[in-house]
């Protein structure tokens, strides 16, 4: 087992946010952790980026303990690549990048011969090698997400953790940057809002509910008209693209003046 965790909590100000959930991913596993707003999708994922502490549980990566590794060790080990910022960064696309070589150097060492082709490589992998001496603020939402990963790659790390990463992008730059998830040989967690992407992308879906795990399976399992139903409080149309064999959601509530509908 890639990762799991063992009747997790955390809470603030005396409210449970996450009330013992265990989750479980395989090595090779894209996963996805979907629910609706306030369920605590962010919040187990920045318990395991250890943004939060949690109050009760464990987390296990590779069968170790990770608040028993240190940040240097953790960050060798596990990668994560939060929501997009337009302004978190004033530097060249190769710098961002090469910031995920942090955890594998000392303090004053210098960038290796290593260090530029493992940047070169990531760079590659994510088809922005012309982009290398672009400034991060110039780029695209698809382009700036593209490089994180980049960085994320660089840091040589077997499991990534992605909050959102499609969020403010449209349906092109959605799809490119769910296809190179898929694609990366590596263990995946994203934390994610559109069924229809997690249906299409992650072979494994957790759906949260009052922070709690309210079903896990394939997405064809998983993301049924029921469930949405009961989860999410809408109603829904659930069907297979004839073109992938994927599952496509439609989803529909009534009101008393109407019916009003929305598809993805």
Known sequence: MKLRTENLGWGINGKKIIDNLDLHIREGDCIGIVGPNGSGKSS???????????????????????????????????????????????????EVVMMGRNPHKGLLDRDTEQDKSLVSEALSRVGLAD?????????SGGEKQRTLIARALAQ????????????????????????????????????????????????????????????????????????IRKVYRVNASVNRQPETGKLNISFYHFQSKGICSTSK
Do not use: W
């Open 44 to 94: 187990l994922l920045r318990c395991i980026y250890r943004v939060n502490k949690p109050s009760s549980g464990t987390i296990l990566l590779d069968e170790e303990n990770i608040m028993r590794l240190s940040t240097r060790e953790m960050a060798k080990r596990a990668a994560s690549v939060l929501q997009e910022s337009t302004d978190q960064f004033e530097f060249r696309v190769r």
């Open 131 to 139: 982009f290398a001496d672009r400034f991060y603020s110039t780029l």
């Open 156 to 227: 040589q790390a077997e499991f990534l953790m992605l909050d959102e990463p499609t969020n403010h992008l449209d349906i092109h730059y959605q799809l490119e940057i769910m296809e190179l998830i898929r694609t990366l040989d590596v263990t995946s967690l994203v934390v994610m809002h559109d069924l229809n992407l997690a249906a299409q992308y992650c072979n494994g879906v957790y759906v949260m509910n009052g922070g709690k795990i309210h079903t896990f399976g394939p997405p064809e399992e998983v993301l049924t008209a029921e469930m």
